[in-house]
T-cell receptor, first 117, second 112 residues
Framework: NAGVTQTPKFRVLKTGQSMTLLCAQD?????MYWYRQDPGMGLRLIHY???????AKGEVPDGYNVSRLKKQNFLLGLESAAPSQTSVYFC?????FGAGGRQETQYFGPGTRLLVL | DAKTTQPTSMDCAEGRAANLPCNHS???????VYWYRQIHSQGPQYIIH???NNETNEMASLIITEDRKSSTLILPHATLRDTAVYYC?????????????FGTGTRLTIIP
């Protein structure tokens, strides 16, 4: 049971390049999330998904797109990277609403460090 | 979700109990208090959560005041591995409000 994994761990992009971050979970969770964390700040939600084939916007969705084609995977795309998107990106998953107790909590991956030059 | 206030940083001696306060004076009746921690840029880790009763698990205890306007996370016997940033989060857990709103947290340093 690997939990939540993220690929890649680190990436350097030039302004205008595109890339996709992959998040995978093996806990059969319904909900998945993408957050970003900037230096000295807390995490901010970018997009999330409440089930396969669904996505929704979080607090800071501009410049990002997501897809949830398979229940276990949640992809975060940057179509045209900008220096303001330099950050650490965390993926998380949870059983979701109605699961009760600790199953409502979110489990986080190790993060992807992205540097946009 | 209600706003929370935490001290920026705290120190605690190894082996002693670490008590981390959180103020959430605008909390409403259906909002839960959650605690997460983040160790050195790793992904956040769930610790504990509660509504109005005190809670305890293998990691920590959560004490919520009777008026629910503040709470304290207690790590009973702090070790060096407990050095981390601790986040207190208040949220209504219902459909359409799945997000966790992280503030800047408390940086806890365990002193040998």
């Amino acid at each position: 049971n690997a939990g939540v994994t993220q690929t890649p761990k680190f990436r350097v992009l030039k302004t205008g390049q595109s890339m996709t971050l992959l998040c995978a979970q093996d806990m059969n969770h319904e909900y998945m999330y993408w957050y970003r964390q900037d230096p000295g700040m807390g995490l901010r939600l970018i997009h999330y998904s409440v089930g396969e084939g669904t996505t929704a916007k979080g607090e800071v969705p501009d410049g990002y797109n997501v897809s949830r084609l398979k229940k276990q995977n949640f992809l975060l795309g940057l179509e045209s990277a900008a220096p303001s998107q330099t950050s650490v990106y965390f993926c998380a998953s949870s059983y979701g609403f109605g699961a009760g107790g600790r199953q409502e909590t979110q489990y986080f991956g190790p993060g992807t460090r992205l540097l946009v030059l | 979700d209600a706003k929370t206030t935490q001290p920026t940083s705290m120190d605690c001696a190894e082996g002693r109990a670490a008590n981390l306060p959180c103020n959430h004076s605008t909390i409403s009746g259906n909002e839960y208090v959650y605690w997460y921690r983040q160790i050195h840029s790793q992904g956040p880790q769930y610790i504990i959560h509660g509504l109005k009763n005190n809670e305890t698990n293998e990691m920590a205890s959560l004490i919520i005041t009777e008026d629910r306007k503040s709470s304290t996370l207690i790590l009973p016997h702090a070790t060096l591995r407990d050095t981390a940033v601790y986040y207190c989060i208040v949220r209504v857990y219902n459909f359409g409000n799945e997000k966790l709103t992280f503030g800047t947290g408390t940086r806890l340093t365990i002193i040998p």
